[in-house]
């Protein structure tokens, strides 16, 4: 199999970022290739409602609680 930079590591940080941090540094990502202020207010929202989900659940918010288990449990919170 060929060598590829752009797979995802399987190594884990051994620094966590606090979410709100991360999620800034994405919308001016964002904002800096000029995308539509409309998308970026969805991922606003979207963060808006990771956060209650991260609070209702007592995890802490930081990229540790960026797990596929989180988001599958946030992912049927969303629909109760």
Not at 3 to 30: N, Y
Not at 57 to 64: G, H, V, Y
Not at 66 to 76: G, H, N, Q, R, S
């Amino acid at each position: 199999m060929a060598s590829s930079k752009r797979r995802l590591s399987t190594v884990a940080r051994k620094t966590e970022m606090r979410l709100d941090d991360t999620q800034a540094r994405f919308l001016e990502h964002h904002r800096s290739l000029n995308h539509s202020i409309h998308q970026i207010l969805h991922y606003q929202a979207t963060f808006r409602d990771f956060d209650r989900y991260l609070t209702y659940s007592r995890r802490p918010k930081t990229t540790a609680s960026l797990t596929p288990t989180v988001f599958e449990a946030y992912t049927v919170w969303l629909k109760n």
